[in-house]
């Protein structure tokens, strides 16, 4: 077993702990359970979205409600929700200046493929908010990233695209990949392992390398066959992986020089700064994505772009031959998501907001410091603003170290110890999310059942 090779956990003890933990979720939800083999009868895998069998729970949790930083599922049980729907929710469950937007909205006109009265005064919100002067809506994060990247390629008249290993972005299909062991420096890739049903090759026309690589990133740009970059400021879905002192600069640097576009997706690190983390950092994307947390949790993605690549895509317009562009949704931008996002412009993505989550979650890493160093464990916490994740060992420099730092056995143990004590992680790694709504009080909740879960595991006990 993996865990028997590293130190600090003692893998007995873990063992005993997992499987009590198991049966102590099977009393507890009953409910859950119940419903659970009611949905099998007509949902693939019970459920109807797979990863909702994610958790590490034996049968999934059916949740009664959400509201601000707290859930209540069938059987009563309440939880302090830390993953806040893997990022939707991150302002809270059902801010109230959502529901209200929903139901006024609601009530008058749901869509019409037509732009709603509202749609120049978001125009105005959003550019004045990100700092980019031009704007399109998607349903979600992974359509908009799919729209960005064939804008590229049509703007650029280049095939290929790059990203960094251990990258996601949604499920766009050539981005669907890993960096080729052999050949790390050179690009190239291969499709992701488990890809269910795709028809083409994933990999033919994308180049992975690490992140953090600057040598990497150059030797593959210099070729100069890329239309785009698409990378998240901070990798944060294969753990969290900082970037470098001066990586972004040379990221922006080197796309420039070698005529690649820079499209930055901050789908989750919209929780480092009001504007986002590029704006505060001065990144300078040519196109800028952003979704789940964007309108309040309403299925609702963005993508805003410079005055060069506006021009670009209207060159692109002007010279193609009509017929369907082989991008959008019908039920993007509709009315009712248009006006969640303008309530998130206006009331949730306030200074007040983020400095609350931002105050909270700091409290929350210096927590997690203290509980690992009590434990005698060498765990890092990485956190930008609002979004933290504890790794099992030093701060990974790139996708495949964060990769190899992963424990899953652990990792499932300790949610499952939490979940049965009211916290919920989110069941990918270790990331944790602090909302505006978010105490200190549901932070000592955390740190409380973490120390008595590795008081119980750690090879010290
Ligand atoms: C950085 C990033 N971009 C895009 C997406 C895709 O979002 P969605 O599944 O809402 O399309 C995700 C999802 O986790 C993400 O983390």
Not at 241 to 262: D, I, M, Q
Request: aromatic share 6%; glycine share 10%.
């Amino acid at each position: 077993m993996n865990y028997a090779r590293r130190p600090g956990i003692d893998s007995v003890a873990l063992g005993r702990l997992a499987a009590r933990e198991q049966q102590s979720f099977l009393t507890t939800h009953r409910e859950s359970a119940r419903l659970a083999q009611a949905s099998a009868v007509h949902w693939l895998n019970g459920v109807p979205m797979h990863w909702m069998r994610d958790w590490s729970t034996p049968h999934p949790l059916f949740v009664r409600r959400a509201r601000g930083a707290e859930i209540e599922d069938v059987d009563g049980n309440h939880y302090v929700d830390f993953c806040f729907g893997d990022t939707g929710a991150m302002f809270g469950h059902s801010p109230p200046p959502i529901a209200r937007a929903l139901a006024q909205a609601g009530a008058e006109g749901i869509t019409a493929m037509l732009p709603a009265e509202r749609v120049a005064r978001v125009g105005e919100k959003l550019a004045a908010l990100f700092g980019l002067p031009y704007w399109q809506v998607t349903q979600t994060a992974t359509d908009a990233n799919r729209a960005a990247l064939r804008w590229a390629r049509a703007i650029t008249g280049r095939a290929r695209v790059l990203c960094f290993d251990g990258c996601y972005h949604g499920t766009v299909d050539e981005t669907l990949v890993r960096a080729l062991p052999e050949r790390q420096d050179k690009g190239g890739a291969r499709a992701r392992a488990g890809l269910i049903g795709m028809s083409h090759d994933v990999s033919a026309a994308t180049d992975a390398v690490p992140f953090n690589d600057v040598v990497a990133l150059e030797k593959v740009l210099a070729r100069g066959r890329t239309a785009a970059v698409i990378a998240e400021p901070v990798m944060t879905n294969i753990g969290m992986v900082l970037p470098e002192e001066g990586f972004l600069r040379a990221l922006r640097e080197l796309t420039r020089r070698h005529g690649a576009l820079l499209i930055i997706d901050e789908t989750h690190t919209l929780s480092s700064a009001r504007g986002g983390y590029a704006r505060a950092r001065n990144v300078e994307p040519d196109i800028w994505v952003c979704g789940k947390a964007i309108a309040g949790g309403m299925p609702c993605a963005v993508f805003g772009f410079t005055a060069e690549v506006e021009a670009g895509m209207r060159r692109v317009q002007q010279e193609r031959a009509g017929g369907h562009s082989g991008m959008g949704t019908t039920l993007s931008a509709n009315a009712l998501a248009l006006a969640c996002l303008e309530a998130s412009l206006d009331e949730l993505m306030t200074v007040s907001n983020y400095q609350a989550m931002h105050d909270t979650a700091a409290y929350l890493s210096e927590g997690l410091g203290r509980v690992f160093a009590a434990a005698g464990l060498p765990w890092h916490v990485a956190r930008v603003g609002a979004r933290l994740e504890f790794g099992f060992g030093r701060p990974p420099r790139n996708g495949a170290e964060s990769e190899r730092e992963a424990w899953p056995e652990v990792e499932h143990a300790i949610h499952l110890f939490l979940l049965n004590r009211g916290v919920l992680l989110t069941p990918f790694h270790n990331m944790m999310l602090c909302s505006p709504v978010t105490t200190t009080a549901h932070a000592d909740k955390l740190l409380a059942a973490l120390h008595d879960c590795l008081r119980e595991i750690g090879s010290a006990a």
